[in-house]
């Protein structure tokens, strides 16, 4: 990309407080974004081929959404932490292996989108993140969902397109949880908390694609409980 190209883009998101460029073949994160630190509270650099992310991201204090979908990051550097107003963060189709224990820092998020990626462990240190909506890390190579997912204060959580055989009773006490997605696992039906049907708030749980057939969860505790949780919501938004 031309350099002229790239400072009209710059002159532009100096008024705007948006910088977008998609899909331009960019090997690096723009140096020249360091000029528009006080003035960028959106950044979108999807469907580039961007390896690293500078620790330099912290000095865009306020940003509200990074987006970088589709490049080749290989890990979120700590200094992420800083953006207090980040409100968005989505970092779909990357290489990503673990998340930096200063995430649950980030006290404004609202969604976090890490789908596609190599996460092998569910990330612990989340809690924290006290406005969370959305956590998203369907397609990656998890296999177990432990206690620590209590700690969550997100309403939707998908898991969907992982490995998952493991599912922690303790999911049903996340305090927010409205949605949990996690089709195309490895679930055999044992390996359902009865009590995420009978005793959570969960009122939308999607387990298509595991070791069992959907109307088997008819015959376990507590579906009944679920039902008029599913029917009840069902009807709030028709």
């Known amino acids: 990309m031309g350099n002229s190209a790239l ?3 710059l002159e532009t998101s100096q008024k705007t407080g948006v910088f977008q460029l998609n899909g331009k073949g960019l090997q690096e994160f723009p ?5 528009l630190t006080s003035n960028l509270r959106t950044v979108d650099l999807s469907g580039n081929k961007i390896e690293v992310l ?6 865009f204090l306020l940003l ?12 979120i550097p700590s200094e992420i932490s800083k953006l207090k107003k980040l409100e968005t963060l ?4 990357n290489r990503i ?7 649950g820092q980030l006290k404004a998020l609202r969604t976090l989108n890490l789908s596609g990626n190599h996460i092998s462990e569910f990330p612990s240190g989340l809690g924290t993140l006290r406005h969370l909506d959305l956590l998203d890390l369907s397609r990656n190579k998890i296999q177990n969902v432990p206690s620590v997912v209590s700690a969550l204060q997100a309403i939707e959580i998908n898991l969907n397109q992982n490995q998952i055989s493991v599912l922690s009773t303790e999911v049903s006490v996340c305090p927010r949880l409205k949605v949990l997605r996690l089709e195309e696992n490895c679930l055999e039906l044992p390996s359902i908390p009865v009590s995420i049907l009978k005793d959570s708030q969960v009122s939308l749980f999607s387990v298509e ?9 008819r015959d376990l505790e507590g579906y009944d409980k679920y039902m008029e949780r599913f029917t009840a919501t069902k009807k709030k938004f028709a």
């Open 209 to 217: 694609g595991n070791l069992f057939e959907v109307k088997q969860l």
């Open 54 to 59: 500078p620790a330099a991201i912290g000095n």
């Open 64 to 75: 509200r959404s990074l987006t970088l979908n589709s490049n080749k990051l290989t890990n």
């Open 31 to 35: 140096e020249e974004l360091q000029r």
């Open 7 to 9: 400072k009209s883009h």
């Open 97 to 103: 292996q673990q998340l930096p224990p200063t995430l």
């Open 90 to 93: 989505s970092l779909n189709g």
